[in-house]
């Protein structure tokens, strides 16, 4: 007995790939994942149980899963392991690192929330049962994506969320927004699944693997060896692909139009599912980051998408699809830091978005009153010279506190990837905040306005101070260097945030105009790209609503 418990222990207790860390550990995220899928299996109906006990069953595996993240956590931390212990054997690998660690905890953190409050949303809903069962699907689903050691467990794990999500869209079938929102959502997913297979194939036939390790490894070889064409045109297939998830233009359009979802599932797509594009690209940055095709085209493209949804956000009259263009622009400023090589600032905005998205949503009531008193007024309530001079007073305010701050922390040097464009955004959203006080002319409101600016920037600071750290062997760190196509792109971005910035002061102004009037018409109706989308979609009328 004792030499079968021998053996069974030299199987499972080995050192994962020289990490240090006991397979045994792993079992408590493997049993984890297991739970979540034993609750979307669960037969209620024979075992004579309540939809709550399903509840109750998904919060219990995500409390387990944060358990493991903390031991897995203390364990990296206290030097037990190096980051990258891959784990195989069991029909795919795991790899864990402090990018799964955060994404894991912050997955769990926000399921467990969900469903806390999802047991009373839906309460007496006859599809209640229906609802936890793939909610815990898509949980299992989202963990298993950030925890997976391989491009095709990932691929498979990003295919089983969009199926997952699919079946939360249509919790109301009788809704044909609801449907539509699906269905368009369902197009748009099965072409960013596409994009990764491509990606998936291509990797394998240049590297001959899809373990992150050794892909990551190779990486460095191929760029040595002159045969870097290979990398440009994979990191632009995953790039695509991340774009389809993360709702970046034109693929944005599914977005808006779910607000027919229960609360909860649109908690879990604003906070959760979304930022699987991102973490696709941060997890991928040892490889993206060798493409400098595959960063600019996430730069571009990111910064039109924020721009685009901020202009919309600001138009809509229903607050609900104000805050779903506002993560649609929040997701694309993503992506641009993304394509700046900002990876650290990168995953604190997913991290703080998150928070932010899922509280909005989980306090809907108070939350979209207070978002619509902070609507822009599109008809003005100051003059324009008064609105311009506050401006530019607050610009040079922003600017000492930005400069006092940033280089106390070390965040602002130039050999931080894409500092000047970032220093650049948060330099206009200060302005924005401080200017906004001094056009009100109330000394106790600049007071607060002030003193909430700079908790902003040392909060920041502070914040991708500890991100930078924590990701420092996890993600690509090098600066990009700047081309003259790249210097041309990085000044049309920082034009198109500034022409943003000072559209909205001379709306703020009360200055009316017809080219002011048809751009709002214009923005309200979204540019008309859910058109050509809800066109598409009827063309493809066979397509189910439900998978």
Sequence with gaps: MR?????VA????VELEGTGMWVFEWFGVVSALAGLLLVWGLPLHRLGMTPLV???ATQICLAWMLVQVAGLTVGLASGMSR????????GGSLYIDSLTLVMAALISTLGIVVARFAIRYLDGQPRQAYFFRWFAFTLAAVLSLVLVGDLLSLTLAWIAT?????????????????????RTKFVISRLGDAFLILGLVLTYREFGSWRYDQVFAAVEGVQAAGRSQALVWIAVAYVLGAMTKSAQFPFHSWLPNTMETPTPVSALMHAGVINAGGFLIIRLSPLVAQSTLALDLLALIGAFTALFGALVASTQTSVKRSLAFSTVAQMGFMMLQCGLGAFSAALLHIVAHSAYKAHAFLSSGSVLEAAQSRRVNWRGS??????LVANLAALVIASVMLSIVGYSFGILGTDKPGAIVLSLVMLLALTQLIGSSLTRRSPALVVRALLASCGIVIAYAMSFRVFDLLLAQSVSHSAKSLSPWDALLVGSVMIGFAAMT???????????SQWLARLHTHAAAGFYIDVFWRRFIKRLGALPSAL
């Design 3 to 7: 030499a079968a418990l021998g053996v």
């Design 10 to 13: 030299n199987r499972f207790s």
């Design 54 to 56: 399903l509840a109750r």
């Design 83 to 90: 980051p990258g212990g891959v784990l195989e054997g069991f």
């Design 162 to 182: 969009s199926t997952g999500l699919h079946q939360l869209l249509t919790f109301h079938p009788d809704r044909r927004e609801a449907v539509i929102a699906a």
């Design 382 to 387: 100051e003059r324009w010279g008064h609105v």
């Design 502 to 512: 000072l559209l909205s002061i001379r709306v703020k102004s009360g200055h009316s």
